[in-house]
């Protein structure tokens, strides 16, 4: 299996910070990496495909990078909303892995 | 646009079968592949496998001798069935939309169901 971590696990940062989120995966994995966020009481949401891809509808503040086994997301200008767990996810290879998450909290 | 909603018992004992269905809205099922992905409280995401419309399936390994996935295209629904199951497997269960595309590199959840939290207990 590729074992997917990310860095850090949790986030403090204030509104309009830019952060930065690290994924890496144990082996290659192309540029099958994808983001997403999830709040509370809620389901994942996509933000990010292909490793750089912005999906319909998400804002423009997200963009990802990276290919091969190191992957960042970087959110730029935080907003109140983006207060939540962000997790990568791999499909280059069954089984399919996610990430731990990163939490991002309001300092 | 699209919806997912999954339904099933809220409770199942230890060494039964779960059993959850997650029936599919306002769209086709067609040239998609329907998935199931599991989070225990506070923890992280697993995948637990998928299946093609046309009934193919792939499933995670570590589960695979305990899953059935199925596909009713004319019901626009798909089900999973694990059985065996342990207090550990206590989770909320989402089902989910892969949207892939091979020509673009496209492999990702891109639509999911609210979710259905499963308690195995006694």
């Known amino acids: 299996d590729i074992q997917m971590t990310q860095s850090p696990s949790s986030l403090s940062a204030s509104v309009g910070d830019r952060v930065t989120i690290t994924c890496r995966a144990s082996?290659?994995?192309?540029?099958?990496l994808n983001w997403y966020q999830q709040k509370p009481g809620k389901a994942p949401n996509l933000l990010i495909y292909a490793a750089s891809y912005l999906q319909s509808g998400v804002p423009s503040r997200f963009s990802g990078s990276g290919s091969g086994t190191d992957f960042t997301l970087t959110i730029t200008s935080l907003q109140p909303e983006d207060f939540a767990t962000y997790f990568c996810q791999q499909s280059s290879s069954t089984p399919i892995t996610f990430g731990p998450g990163t939490r991002l909290e309001i300092k | 646009q699209v919806q997912l909603q999954e339904s099933g018992p809220g409770l199942v004992k230890p060494s039964e079968t779960l059993s959850l269905t997650c029936t599919v809205s306002g769209g086709s099922m067609n040239n998609y592949y329907w998935s199931w992905i599991r989070q225990p409280p506070g923890k992280g995401l697993e995948w637990i496998g998928d299946?093609?419309?046309?009934?193919?399936?792939k499933y995670n390994p570590s589960l695979k001798s305990r899953i059935t996935i199925l596909v009713d295209t004319s019901k626009n629904q798909f089900s999973l069935k694990l059985s065996s199951v342990t207090a550990a497997e206590t989770a909320v269960y989402y089902c989910?939309?892969?949207?892939?595309?091979?020509?673009?590199?496209?492999?990702?959840?891109?639509?999911w169901g609210r979710g259905t939290m499963v308690t195995v207990s006694s």
């Open positions: 082996q290659s994995i192309s540029s099958y």
């Open positions: 299946i093609y419309y046309s009934g193919s399936t």
């Open positions: 989910a939309r892969r949207w892939w595309e091979l020509l673009s590199g496209v492999d990702a959840f891109d639509i």
